[in-house]
């Protein structure tokens, strides 16, 4: 058991254990990938992801058997540095992203990666959406300087790709702890509507139906329009709309939405998007939280890898992936967290049920950050 490190069954959670066991230093062995499947093994977006790591590593030892069925991962060293990598279309870039910003601020050089692929895919969360509230967390976490900085160069909808997006992100010898307990009240909406290879008149209609839910709320509403012509509009087809709420103490709630890539399902109205989408917003900010629910997973590894003392986050309601994400953490680090339950103040109107989650890091220290 020794050599073979930690074992897990099954596709499932496949990015986490992956980037759990690259900053323990701990293999892993995940067996039946999809065994029982038609066509089993891993998919081209997980042995995409399996490269990217592998590049922005050094010395890391992968195994996998004909069928795709068993990996074995022996990690190396962080090393960072200048990466491309041509995501795999199936899944967005965010799926790759959410994987780097785990990783990036432990490299051993500052990571500039260019990732090109689809920008916006309805099962992930999109480049912008990372860009609105990712970033500004991990500033909370002391990760922060000009070197920090997520780019769209290029938009890409699925099916065909196209996009490219420049993520550059400095490296910290520790991470800050944080007392996260105070959402604050919204005072700003900020959003995108973006379209490509269609009329530009979709991204205004977009923006009219969700102003029509959000302007009964707060006056302070300001949604971009983003049409990108010519080589800069991906290979397919497609708008989306981001919406962003910034609330007093600089937490950002957000919610989005795409249309359907082309020749996959109904298409959607850009009215009926704007609505949905505004209400997706609103039953965000009901959850609540000083991180959004994207990014829970983030900032408890962020808090885990601190320095040695108390970590404190409100959260609203945890998603399954955040639960699962909490026990590959005792798994790899050996950390628990003390969860206590807030209810909300009947006249407070704050919102659904809160979770108050606390830790004290293991004190994680960047050994091979190059000293300057």
């Not at 609203?316 to 639960?323: H, M």
């Amino acid at each position: 058991m020794a050599s073979q490190g930690l074992i897990y069954d099954g596709c499932n959670f496949f990015r986490q254990r992956l980037v759990l066991s690259t900053l323990s230093g701990k293999r892993v062995k995940i067996k039946n990938i999809r065994s029982k499947d038609e066509t089993p093994g891993l998919r081209d977006f997980e042995a995409s992801l399996i490269r990217l790591l592998d590049k922005v590593t050094n010395g890391t030892r992968i195994e996998i058997n004909q069928t795709g069925t068993v990996l074995f991962y022996q990690p190396g060293l962080l090393y960072g540095g200048v990466v491309e990598h041509d995501c795999s279309t199936q899944r967005s870039i965010g799926y790759y992203l959410e994987a780097l910003l785990m990783l990036a601020p432990f490299m051993k050089n500052p990571l500039k990666a260019v990732l090109k692929g689809v920008t916006n895919h309805p099962s992930d969360p999109s480049v912008d959406q990372l860009k609105v509230t990712a970033i500004p967390l991990m500033k909370q976490f002391g990760i922060d300087g000009e070197g920090l900085d997520l780019k769209v160069v290029k938009r890409g909808m699925a099916p065909g790709g196209g996009g490219e997006v420049v993520f550059t992100c400095p490296v910290r010898r520790t991470i800050r702890p944080v007392l996260l307990t105070d959402q604050g009240k919204i005072k700003r909406i900020r959003g995108v509507a973006f379209s490509v290879r269609v009329s530009p008149q979709m991204a205004n209609r977009l923006v009219e139906s969700a102003r029509s839910i959000l302007n009964k709320f707060i006056p302070d509403i300001y949604i971009y329009t983003d049409h990108m012509k010519g080589a800069n509009s991906g290979k397919s087809p497609g708008f989306g709309l981001t919406l962003v709420a910034e609330t007093l103490t600089g937490t950002f709630f957000c919610a989005e939405m795409a249309s359907t890539p082309q020749g996959q399902g109904d298409p959607l109205l850009p009215e009926d998007m704007g609505r949905d989408c505004a209400k997706l917003l609103l039953e965000e900010i009901y959850r609540g939280g000083c991180v959004d629910s994207t990014n829970q997973s983030l900032a408890l590894l962020y808090m885990t890898l601190g320095q040695q003392d108390v970590s404190k986050t409100l959260l609203g309601p945890l998603s399954p992936y955040t639960i699962e994400f909490l026990r590959h953490i005792r798994d790899f680090l050996q950390i628990m967290f003390k969860i206590e339950t807030q209810k909300p103040v009947e006249d407070e109107r704050k919102g659904g049920d809160k979770v108050l989650m606390t830790c004290v890091g293991v004190g994680y220290t960047n050994i091979s950050k190059s000293i300057k």
